[in-house]
């Protein structure tokens, strides 16, 4: 069974550039995950999809990072402008979704940014 | 608002050696409780999840243990090996929504 998949995995890009990152979650999976992990922490929510709906994008910054999952299944995030700030590693998780959110998070080799 | 920590933040063995990995958090009230393996470089790989209802789960040579109440959880790692080098990340499940992370154990074990 293939993993959760992310594209690309490296992207370097100079400051107020557009940027964007992919996801392919598990087959099956409805729940899918964008998290943000800086070097040496943990990694953080930015947003959760049940299906195609949004439910939870309380960490997104609004104002220059957007997201949308067409048809339930692949993933877009996107930064534009980035910032100096964004430089971190882009996570894509996904979950069955169908016991609220309990059971197991799977997630992508992950996309490192650098903004120069 | 919940918060996770991890003690020690980077850990030192030699190969052979059993060690211990701790983590605590402040609010008892869990789904679930999920201990990660990340290789520098890549993403996370999950090794053990812990419903609220449940005490420990095995899988291996690892075994996790999870007392709800006090806000704690270990995982043990039996015969450690050069393998087992990688960051360990600790993460509750709150409310069946996104995973609180804390900010993991770096354990390099020498042959």
């Not at chain 1, 910032?83 to 069955?96: F, N, P």
């Not at chain 2, 991890?6 to 201990?35: K, R």
């Not at chain 2, 420990?56 to 075994?63: D, K, V």
Request: with cysteine; proline share 5%.
């Amino acid at each position: 069974e293939a993993g959760v998949v992310q594209s690309p995995r490296y992207k370097i890009i100079e400051k107020k550039q557009p940027v964007a990152f992919w996801c392919n979650p598990i087959s099956g999976h409805n729940t899918l995950y964008w998290y943000r992990q800086n070097l040496g922490q943990g990694p953080e929510l930015l947003i959760r999809y049940e299906n195609e709906e949004a439910v939870d994008d309380s960490q997104l910054p609004k104002d220059r990072f957007s997201a949308e999952r067409l048809k339930g299944v692949d993933s877009t995030l996107k930064i534009q402008p980035a910032e100096l700030g964004d430089s971190a590693v882009y996570l894509c998780a996904s979950s069955l979704g169908r016991t609220g959110g309990q059971e197991t998070q799977y997630f992508g080799p992950g996309t490192r940014l650098l903004v120069l | 608002k919940q918060e996770v920590t991890q003690i020690p933040a980077a850990l030192s063995v030699p190969e052979g050696e059993n060690l211990v990995l701790n983590c605590s958090f402040t609010d008892s009230a869990i789904y679930n409780l999920q201990w990660f393996r990340q290789d520098p470089g890549k993403g996370l790989t999950s090794l053990l999840l812990i419903q609220s209802s449940q005490r420990e789960q095995t899988s291996g040579r690892l075994n996790a243990s999870l007392d709800k109440s006090s806000g704690r959880s270990t995982l043990y790692i039996a015969a450690s090996q050069p393998g087992d080098s990688a960051t360990y990340l600790c993460a509750v499940n709150q409310a069946g929504t996104a995973l609180i992370f804390g900010k993991g154990t770096t354990l390099s074990v020498s042959s």
